[in-house]
């Protein structure tokens, strides 16, 4: 029996971009499974090499953020591993009922995954994991402690290795668990990932945005970095609030001179940096604010 604080599993048949079905048939592809059930083949890629892609965004007082945003990106990544290109509209349908099962009120989240599939099969398996918020986000007002550890790439990682995947989101989180503990065992809460030469990348799960002064700037995406979808949204606040906003090659000597700096993400949003390597750095309340009350309130 599925309690209504447990999580919710929603598996896909999933369609071809290329298909037309019509919302009789979208609705019938979508079916909703116990979570505890055990429903994943264990011959799965997803799980047995871990070749898939994955999204995960907030769900804040029943309102999902970012669906177009999250939906593009999907896109983006299944294109990088040479996976089926996702049926949007599928996607959306799927979305909005596994959003409709969660409370309305607080917070909570999504995460939709997209396989390779059973090996051999040439079927991608596809679901969405919808789940109400565990954590009291304490974070957003105290802050974290993060420490850089080096990625072993140089910036140039993306056109030079493409096949190394930078900048997609991919299932293989193996490296990101592990920079997240390594980080824990020094003292911190969190990682900033640095290029083998000196750059700022961002963090195992979360997007760099540092001010200067009236200057916000976020790391480039050409140093084969993901795109930030929560960061892409505080920019168009940022801008609308008189900042200047930037991307940029930002070398991590360069931190030493931030007047703030946030790791943000869909589901932290954003959390004010109290420290880099043990060299504090003040928490600007004020925008600290700002920003999260505008992402709740998106």
Known sequence: MISPSSPRVFFLAPFAATDSPTEEEIAASVREDDAAAPTLSVLDLGASRGDGIFETLGVIEGRPQGIEEHLARLGRSAAM????????????????????????????????VLTRGVEGSGVPTAWI??????????????????????????????????????GAKTLSYAINMAAIREAKRRGAHDALFVSSDGFALEGPTSSLIVRFGDRIVTPSTDGGILPGTTQAALYAWLEAEGYRTEYEALPVAALEQADAAWFVSSVRLAAPVTAIDDRPLAIDVALTTGMNAMLLGR
């Open 81 to 112: 591993l040479d996976l089926p290109a996702p049926h949007i509209g599928q996607w959306r349908a799927a979305m909005e009922r596994a959003v409709a099962s969660l409370p309305s009120t607080g917070q909570g989240s999504l995460k939709i």
């Open 129 to 166: 994991v919808a789940r109400a918020a565990a954590s009291d986000f304490t974070e957003r007002r105290d802050g974290i402690r993060v420490v850089t550890l080096d990625r072993g790439f140089p910036l140039d990682v993306a056109e030079r290795a493409p096949w190394l995947l930078a």
